[in-house]
């Protein structure tokens, strides 16, 4: 697979929420690939054990989504991309959601809004939409790996349009935190998740910028490569 990119939004790098989020996934996004002994040293030995439930999470590092990752367009190149990002969040206004806090879908664990946060629609519907010009579209393996049967009418109609079928009226905003896992391993982890991020949670955050990642190839982390905040032409 060839080198993609994708449209994230994430918390700062001395967030703490976002330190702990790091520690146990094993990657900082921010700070590039690290190895994961040095990120994971002051875990829980309870959630040390149970590590191996973060799967590809730790690929894509904490963060949510707001493109999902895509291969560059032949006529385009990540300079055009970055001036688009830039012009697009100088006419952005910084916004506040409500704290963030554990939960499960799809038996995902991960972190969302305890409200719905209408801004953080808002804005991941303009970065479908107006970034798409810049997305190669999906190979055949590439729409394929969306598993389009299990897929509803709707959402295989969104993959076609927009390369991922959960955007717009499907979008869900959330930092997923496992792999898919059943319901007698979640039930332990999510109070031992609970307990470690707790100190973290419960203020709300602010929607004050949004990054750029990359990934090299599909066996690499993505990372951080442009920080774009709001208001600054």
Not at 205 to 230: M, T
């Amino acid at each position: 697979m060839a080198e993609r990119y994708s449209i994230y939004f994430t918390l700062p790098a001395s967030d703490p929420l976002y330190v702990l989020a790091c520690r146990w996934l094993g990657h900082d996004i921010h700070q590039g690939d690290h190895d994961v002994g040095d990120l994971t040293d002051d875990l829980p030995a309870v959630l040390e054990a149970s590590r191996v439930v973060v799967g590809k999470a730790q690929k894509y590092g904490f963060h949510a989504t707001l493109k999902a990752p895509f291969r560059l367009a032949a006529d385009s190149s990540v300079k055009k991309l970055d001036n688009a990002l830039r012009q697009f969040c100088a006419s952005q206004q910084a916004f506040a959601c409500a704290p963030l806090e554990l939960a499960v879908m799809a038996g995902f664990i991960l972190l969302r809004p305890q409200q719905e946060c209408a801004g953080l629609k808002r804005l991941a519907d303009q970065c479908v939409e107006q970034f798409d010009v810049f997305r190669e579209p999906l190979s055949a393996k590439e729409f394929n790996k969306r598993h389009p049967k299990k897929l509803s009418e709707h959402q295989r109609s969104l993959l076609n349009q927009w390369g991922y079928p959960f955007v717009m009226d499907e979008f869900r905003f959330h930092m997923t935190l496992t792999k898919r896992i059943d319901e007698q391993q979640r039930n332990a982890l999510l109070a031992a998740l609970k307990e470690y991020l707790q100190p973290a949670l419960g203020a709300p955050f602010q929607v004050d910028r949004i990054y750029l990642c990359h990934q090299a190839s599909a066996k690499q982390k993505f990372n951080v490569i442009a920080e774009y905040p709001f208001g600054q032409a």
